[in-house]
C-alpha cells in the first residue's frame, strides 16, 4: 500500500516537473521581451504607438505605427474570411456522417498545418499571378492585386484555417454521445443540433479563435508575397486594401536582422506590443468563455 | 443529397460571380484619392522648387558636386512600390523617408527587402515598379526581356563591400593592427586545403612579431547559409583570384561549401547570423556587409589587394575601386552581367577588393501599360535622379554605404533622362 | 444568445437541411484551397522530379551554381528533428496537461493555462533568437562534455553556439508544446466526474487514475501530437536559427548540424528565382512535405475513426 502511495506522489511529481520545464521558456522568453521593449517604448511614449520607424544608424527612437495599423488591418481581415469557413467545415465534417468530404476536409486540414507558412505566400501570389493572366485574356483586371492587404490576408486566412478548424472539429466530437442522442430525439434538424453543440463547446471555440488569431498575429512568411509590407503609412483611403500594407512581424523581422541599433531596439518595441496584444486576446478570450480551466 | 447540393450550388456560383464582376466593374487599384498633403519640405536640402503651369508638375533642381538635374514631380499622390537587395534596404528606407519631403509629401516609396533573386523576378512579372539586386539582371531575365521585347534600363544606386571577420583570441589588435589576408589564401581555407590558422602561408603575412601568436588550432569557417548577394560578391572575388575555386564552387546567391564536408564549416542566416557564430567561436572566420560591420564596429581583416597592399575595408577604399571599375558603364539596356567583375580586385595603393554596387531596374514602357502611369514614370524618374545627386551626399547616406563617384552617377542619370520618358 | 435563438427560428423552420448542406461549401473551399496549393507545388515542382528523377529524395546536394539539388539531407533532418520533438513533446505536453487539470488548484488554472495557450502566440522569430542565443549554447555545452561527448564518434558533434539537429529538436519541442497541450487538456477535462468518482471509490491513487484517465483520451493525445508534429516540419525561421544550416548528408548524426526541408526553403526562398531549377526544387520538395503529412494524416484519421 505504501509503495504505491509513493509511487503516486512520485507520478504526481514528474508530471509537475515536466509541467515546470515547459513553461520555463514561455516566462524567459516573456520576461525578455517586456524589459527590452518596455524601456524603448517608454523613451517615446506614446509617439512610438504612432510615428514612423526611425532612420537607421542615427539615435532617433521612431514607431512602429503602420505596423500596428496593418497587423489590425490584416488580422482582422483574415479573422473575417477564415472564422466561417473553419466552423462551417467542422459542423459539417461532424455531424454528416460517412461523408467523403468531411473525411477530406478533416485529413487535409491536419496536413495543411504541415505547410511551411511560406509555401502558402508562394502560393497565393502563384495562384493570383495565373488568375491575373486568365482574366487579362477575356480583357478583365483581378480584382485583387498580388501586393496587397487583401492578399495578405488571404495567406494568413489559409494559415488560420487548420488551426481553428481542427480545434473545433476535435470539441464537436468530443461531445459525449448521450447528448448527441438527447438533441437529436428532440427531432431537431443537424443545423440546430450544431448549434446547440457548438454552444456546449463554446470554451472550445474561443480558444481555437484565440489559437488561430494569436497564430496569425505571430506570421511573418506568408506575408513577403502578398501583403508586402510597407514602412510608411500610406495613403488612407478606401484603395488601402488593395495596396501593400506593413505588419508588426514583417517589421520585427527587418529591423531585427539589420545591424543598426536604434532600428533593433526598435523591433524590440514592436516585439512587445505584438506580444501584448496577444496576452490581451487570450485574456478576452479566457473571461468570454466563462470557463475556469 | 447530389440533387439538393446542385442547385444550391449554382445559385451560390451566380452570387458570387456576381459580387466579383461588380467588384471589378469598380477598380480600386493604383492610388488612392489624391489629398492635399501639408507642405513638409526639408529647407536643409538644397533643391530649389518651381512650378511649371502647363504640366501641372513641380520642378526641382538636384545636385551632386558640380552636377545638377531637373526633375518634375506630379502633384498628385504617387506610391511607388519597389523590392529586392536585402543589402540596400537600410540606405533605400533613408532614401524614401527624405525623398517624400523632399517631394512635398507627394511621392511615398514603398521599399521592400524580399531578396535580390526575389527583386528581380517580381519586377520581371511587373508585380514592382523597380526592382533592386546586388547583381545586373541574370542572362535568364535578359533572355526573356529580349525576347518579350521589354524596354528597360539597369542603372547603379550606391556601392558596398565584404569585409572579413575573424576570432582568434591569441590575436592582439593593438599590437598587430587587423589580421592580413591574401584572397588565394581565403579561397584555400574555404576550399579545406588550409587547416589550421599557424598555416605557413597565412603566418608568412604577418608582421614578423606577430607570426608566432598564431595558435595551432583548426579554422572554423563560417558563411551565409541563406541565399545573398553577400555571398554572390564574396564567391565572385574567390573566382576572381583562385581558378580552383571558379572550377569546383563558382559564384552564385548559394554554393556549396567544401569546408562544410569536411566537418570544419558551417552556415548561419544573415549577417547577424554570421557575426554572431564568429563573436561565439574561437578559431572562425566569416564574411559581413561592410556596411554591417561597420554600424556594429566589429573589426575586419586588412584584404592584400592586385598590388599587393593590404587595405582594411573604409568608404574611400571602396570608393578607389568604383573609380577605376566602372569607367565604362555598358548601354544600359545590354547584358550587364560582366559589370561586377570589374569592380573586383582592382589596382592601387588604396584600394579595397570586395566591392560591388547595387543596380536597380526599371521599365522604361510603363507609361503605354496602363492609364495613369504618367505620373508614376515621372515620379520614377524623379526618385532615382534624386537617389543619384542628393541622395548620395553624406547627410542622406547612412553609415557603411559608399556613395557613388559622380562620373559614374552622372551616367546613371543621362541613362535615366534618355530612355525613362512620360 | 437570445439573438442567436431569434436567428434559428426565423432562418431554419424550413428546409432546414439545405442549410446545413451549405455549409458543405465551406469543406468545398478548404479542399479546393489544399488542391490549389498542390496544383501550384505540382506545376512548378515537375520540372524538378523530370530533370532529377529519383534521385532528387536519394542524393544529398544543392547547388544552384551547378543547378543540382538531392534533398535526402533535408528530408532526413525533417523526419529526425519532427520524430524528436514529438517524442519530447508528449512527455511534456501530459505531464503539462495533467498538472493543470489535477494537480494545481482552481484559481492557477485559467493562469497556467492561458500562459500554455499564449506561447503558442509568441513569434517563431522571437523562440529562434532565444534557442539560439540560450538554449542551443546550453545542449551544445552538455553534448560536447562527457558522458554525452563519448557518442561524439557515432552522433557527431555540435556547430558553434551549439547548434545541431538536437537543438533544432528541442527547440521545436518547446515550441509546440502548448498546441498538444491545449487539445489534451481539453480532453481531460471533459471526461465526466463520474468517471473520476467511479475510479477513485475503487481505491486507486491519484497517479493510477491519472493513468487510466490518459488511457481514455489516447485518440485525442495521438491528435494532438499529430497536429504538433505539422507544426514541428513546418516551423521555419526558428529552426533555421538553430539548426547550424550545413549540407549533412548524415542526418541521424543528430549532435552535429543539419538542414530540415522548411528551414532549407527559408534560407533559399529570397534568391530561388535567378536559377533555373531552385524554384521548381523549393515547390518539389514543399509537396513531398505535404504528402508524407498526408500519409501520416490519413493513417490517424483511419485510426481514430476506428477507435
Sequence with gaps: MDTRRLRSSLGMLVFALLFVISIFPVFHLIAVVFINGSSVIASNFPGFFYEERPLPGTEEVGGVGPYILGTLILVSLATVIATPIAIFAAIYATQSLRSRLGFATSTLTRAMIEFPTIIVGLSVYGFLRILDEVLGMIGLQNPIPRFSALSGAIALAIVMIPFIYTQIEDGLRSVPNDLREAIYSLGSSRIKASIIMMRYIKATVITALAIGIGKALGETAPLFFTAFGSDLYPPIDAGMLFRPIGSLTLGIYNMALSGYDNWIRASWGAALILLSISITLFIVSRILSHRRW | MLKKIIPIGILIAIIIIGAVALFMYKPWGGVGVPTQPTDTRNTAVTATATTTTSSGMIVLTFTYEDLSVKAEIPRKEVLITGGGSTFVNPQMQAWAQKFRSVSGGYVTVNYQSIGSGAGEAKWFDKALDFGASDVPISKTTYDRLISRKASFIQIPLIAGAVGIIYNIPEWDESKCGPLRLSGDVIADIYLGKILYWDDDRIKMQQVEECRSLLPHEIIRGIHRSDGSGTTALFTLYLSTVSSEWKTRVGTGYTVEWPRDAMGYGEGARGNEGVSAKVKGTKYSIGYVEYSYAVANKIPMAALKNKDGFYIVPSAEAVMEALKRGAKDLPPPSSFWGDVPATLINREGEKTYPIVGMVYAFIYTDIVSDIVSNKDLAAALSAFFKWVLTEGQKPENIVTGYVPLPKELAAKAIKYIEDYLKY | ?307
Design chain 3, 1 to 307: 444568445m437570445g439573438a442567436l435563438r431569434l436567428f434559428e427560428r426565423s432562418l431554419f423552420k424550413k428546409n432546414r437541411e439545405y442549410f446545413f448542406l451549405l455549409l458543405a461549401l465551406a469543406n468545398i473551399a478548404i479542399v479546393f484551397i489544399v488542391i490549389t496549393i498542390n496544383l501550384v507545388l505540382a506545376g512548378q515542382g515537375v520540372r524538378i522530379f523530370i530533370k532529377e528523377g529519383l534521385s532528387f529524395i536519394t542524393t544529398s546536394a544543392w547547388s544552384g551554381v551547378k543547378e543540382s539539388y538531392g534533398i535526402l539531407f533535408a528530408l532526413g533532418g525533417t523526419l529526425v528533428t519532427g520524430g524528436i520533438a514529438i517524442a519530447i513533446a508528449a512527455l511534456l505536453a501530459i505531464g503539462s496537461a495533467v498538472t493543470i487539470i489535477e494537480i494545481l488548484p482552481s484559481w492557477a488554472r485559467a493562469f497556467a493555462s492561458t500562459l500554455t495557450d499564449l506561447s503558442a502566440a509568441i513569434p517563431t522569430v522571437i523562440y529562434g533568437l532565444w534557442g539560439l542565443f540560450v538554449l542551443s549554447p546550453v545542449i551544445g555545452g552538455l553534448i560536447s562534455t562527457p558522458p554525452l561527448s563519448l557518442l561524439t564518434p557515432y552522433l557527431g558533434s555540435p556547430g558553434s553556439l551549439g547548434t545541431s539537429l538536437l537543438s533544432a529538436s528541442i527547440l521545436l519541442s518547446i515550441m509546440i508544446v502548448p498546441f498538444s497541450t491545449a487539445i489534451i487538456r481539453e480532453s481531460l477535462a471533459r471526461i465526466p466526474k463520474y468517471i473520476d468518482e467511479a475510479l477513485y471509490s475503487l481505491g486507486l491513487t491519484k497517479f493510477e487514475v491519472v493513468m487510466i484517465k490518459l488511457r481514455y483520451i489516447r485518440t485525442s493525445i495521438l491528435t494532438a501530437l499529430m497536429i504538433s508534429y505539422g507544426r514541428a516540419v513546418g516551423e521555419t525561421v526558428a529552426v533555421a536559427m538553430v539548426i547550424g544550416n550545413v549540407l549533412n548528408p548524415d542526418f541521424w548524426r543528430i549532435f552535429s548540424p543539419g538542414y530540415t526541408i522548411a528551414s532549407l526553403i527559408a534560407d533559399q526562398y529570397q534568391n530561388a528565382e535567378a536559377y533555373t531549377y531552385m524554384v521548381p526544387a523549393i515547390f518539389g520538395m514543399a509537396l513531398i512535405l505535404f504528402l508524407i503529412g498526408l500519409g501520416i494524416n490519413i493513417y490517424v484519421s483511419i485510426i481514430s475513426r476506428r477507435g
